[in-house]
């Protein structure tokens, strides 16, 4: 039988804990590593209504991109939405694993899922590493040039998202693309100095538009959600590549929604 143990033993060949960011939370944040799996729900996010399908769908284990508990709980109390969930949850026999920023930088990862989805070759990591170790971010180039607005609605298309955001630089064609999944306004500077000509991330403040504007180079905000949301297809896709996880019914989300909408 498996156990959450040998979910965890993929998980860290998949994402190495070593590859996530110091102030994050990934690992197993519900549950023990003792409990048997059958069933595994990958999602984005541990939402309420994750937790209900969970239960729905007879899942012992929810594998995430983002954290449940990302800051130490001072309490947990179940007359509130957080407490209520982890105790719906623990009732269950439900575990909940996260993999984050280890997920981001690694090999196959959120970044280079989010290349390949939009159409970058020769894709590399956007930041610079002592031996290789990947990092945050890609950077990687298009086939065919292509004007600003062409790119925003390509992306926009490619990545199913209701909107995006758009920051036009100067007139530069854009050949060479670098992005970051969810939020990584921090590195625009960073992706102008490769000679980036568009970014593409979400998350994107009114003063990191004008930081833009003035290096002249293009940022696409295609939102948190929708830039990352692509690896839970591809997250379940690896898990079911295991051979250990062979007799595990993996189920994907996809029902998963941004919580922002257009009016």
């Known amino acids: 039988m498996v156990k959450v143990s040998d979910v965890m033993s993929v998980m860290e060949k998949i994402a190495p804990k070593k590859l996530a960011e110091d102030w994050d939370n990934p690992g197993l944040l519900v549950g023990s590593p003792k409990n048997e799996v059958t069933k595994i729900l990958v999602a984005l996010d541990a939402t309420d209504r994750v937790a209900e399908k969970a239960i729905d769908i007879g899942a012992e284990l929810i594998v995430t991109h983002h954290p449940m508990i990302f800051k130490p709980l001072k309490h947990i109390r179940t007359d509130l939405p957080e407490g209520e ?41 956007l930041l610079s590493s002592p031996e290789d170790v990947p990092t945050l971010g890609r950077v990687g180039y298009l086939n065919n040039e292509i004007d600003i ?20 630089g100067d007139n530069r064609k854009i050949k060479k693309v670098a992005l970051c999944g969810g939020s990584g306004a921090e590195f625009i500077s960073k ?12 998350d994107v403040r009114y003063h990191d538009g004008e930081r833009a504007k003035a290096l002249g180079i293009h940022v696409i905000d295609a939102g948190h959600f929708a830039t990352e949301y692509p690896i839970v297809k591809a997250l379940a896709k690896m898990l079911r590549n295991e051979t250990i996880l062979k007799d595990v019914d993996i189920v994907e989300d996809t029902e998963g929604r941004d919580v922002f909408t257009v009016v």
Do not use: W
Not at 149 to 168: C, P
């Open 85 to 125: 969930k982890i105790q719906k949850l623990m009732k269950h026999d439900i575990s909940v694993f996260a993999a984050h920023t280890n997920l981001d930088s690694a090999i196959g990862g959120v970044n280079d899922i989010l290349a390949q989805t939009i159409g970058l070759t020769e894709i590399k990591p």
């Open 149 to 168: 607005d062409g790119f925003s609605k390509m992306v926009k298309s490619k990545l199913n998202a209701d909107y995006v955001r758009v920051i036009k």
């Open 191 to 202: 992706a102008s100095f490769l000679g980036a000509d568009a970014y593409i991330t979400g």
